[in-house]
């Protein structure tokens, strides 16, 4: 089993910056990509960007160029660097970690930001 636990959310007003963390733990022999979700109040989820490797990225058109995924420094770890927040980027984040061609995903954690 893979757990997989997101840190770092949090109250932010608009224009500033919030870095979650999100760390993987369990049966994890090699994880072969990270991504992160969000999911805002009354919307479907959405993919934000996602890490192959530990160098290859991709980012979803909306926060392309404001937010950053990046390897943790810690094994088994990614970071997502949130810059230039906009109350549009409130909801809750989720982290998945993807092992053996499974999807694990966190529980979430949440993002708010004020006008």
């Known amino acids: 089993q893979v757990q997989v636990v997101e840190s770092g959310g949090g109250l932010v007003q608009a224009g500033g910056s919030v870095i979650l963390s999100c760390a993987a733990s369990g049966s994890i022999v090699t994880i072969s990509s990270m991504r992160w979700h969000r999911q805002a109040p009354g919307k479907q989820r959405e993919w934000v960007a996602y890490?192959?490797?530990?160098?290859?990225?991709n980012y979803a058109d909306y926060v392309k160029g404001r937010f950053t995924i990046s390897r943790g420094n810690t094994k088994n770890t990614v970071d997502l660097q949130m810059n230039s927040l906009k109350p549009e980027d409130t909801g809750v984040y989720y982290c998945?970690?993807?092992?053996?061609?499974?999807?694990?995903w966190g529980q979430g954690t949440q993002v708010t930001v004020s006008s």
């Open positions: 890490i192959i490797g530990g160098e290859s990225t």
């Open positions: 998945v970690a993807v092992v053996s061609l499974r999807d694990y």
